[in-house]
């Protein structure tokens, strides 16, 4: 079946624009988890939905960070007022209920100039 | 809050010859333990995983072992081809929580 995908695949933006970056997890998949990488670097965690449960928003880096996913499916995380150390890939991964295996999807490169 | 440690940083073997990457985590919650490889420029894929009622796990050439009790994890891969060549990732995690990485691997295979 389909994986996770991610749009867009690339975003290049000026500091100080905001930012949407969109997740499609795997169909049935409850949990949904945003991480960053940056270049050359291990990955960050960010965010984590699970179901209808209050997200976990413990990674996220500051207040111009914010999810929010609708449905329990489609996944959307905002960076408002971007600054060049925002520069990085953003990685979305989902999981079953239950089983902790998560999928990444492809990711969106994200360069603020 | 849990922290993974993993080394080596970089690692080059010839093809043929094994390769052993070894992670250390802090939390003795964590009771999940997945192995991701990344080639460059694509995403992380799962290769292998354990969790924490097992000892051991193999899969064809690779395999993962974990010590509770030293709170330590590790990935083998046996008889390394070039296209095994990539970034490897350990993590932990409790139940289906957040993942925490290590900082990666990279391995390089020598033909």
């Known amino acids: 079946g389909a994986g996770v995908s991610q749009s867009p695949s690339n975003k290049v933006t000026e500091k100080g624009k905001d930012v949407e970056l969109r997740c499609d997890p795997i169909?049935?998949?409850?949990?949904l988890y945003w991480y960053r990488q940056s270049l050359g670097q291990g990955l960050e965690f960010l965010i984590y939905?699970?179901?209808?449960?209050?997200?976990?928003k413990s990674g996220l880096p500051s207040d111009r960070f914010s999810a929010e996913r609708t449905g329990g499916s489609v996944s959307t995380l905002t960076i408002q007022r971007t600054q060049q150390e925002d520069s990085a890939v953003y990685l979305c991964a989902s999981s079953l209920a239950g089983g902790p295996e998560q999928y990444f999807g492809p990711g969106t490169r994200l360069t603020v100039t | 809050g849990e922290n993974v440690e993993q080394h080596p940083s970089t690692l080059s073997v010839q093809e043929g010859d094994s390769a052993v990457i070894k992670c250390t985590y802090s939390?003795?919650?964590?009771?999940?333990f997945p192995w991701y490889k990344q080639e460059l420029g694509k995403r992380p894929q799962l290769i292998i995983d354990?969790?924490?009622?097992?000892g051991e796990k193999k899969d064809q050439r690779i395999a993962v072992t974990l010590n509770k009790t030293a709170k330590h994890f590790s990935l083998h891969i046996t008889e390394t081809q070039p296209e095994d060549s990539a970034v490897y990732f350990c993590a932990a995690s409790k139940n289906t929580d957040k993942l925490i990485f290590g900082t990666g691997t990279r391995l390089q295979v020598f033909p």
């Open positions: 169909s049935g998949h409850t949990a």
């Open positions: 939905f699970q179901g209808n449960s209050a997200p976990d």
């Open positions: 939390d003795s919650a964590s009771n999940y």
């Open positions: 354990i969790r924490s009622n097992v």
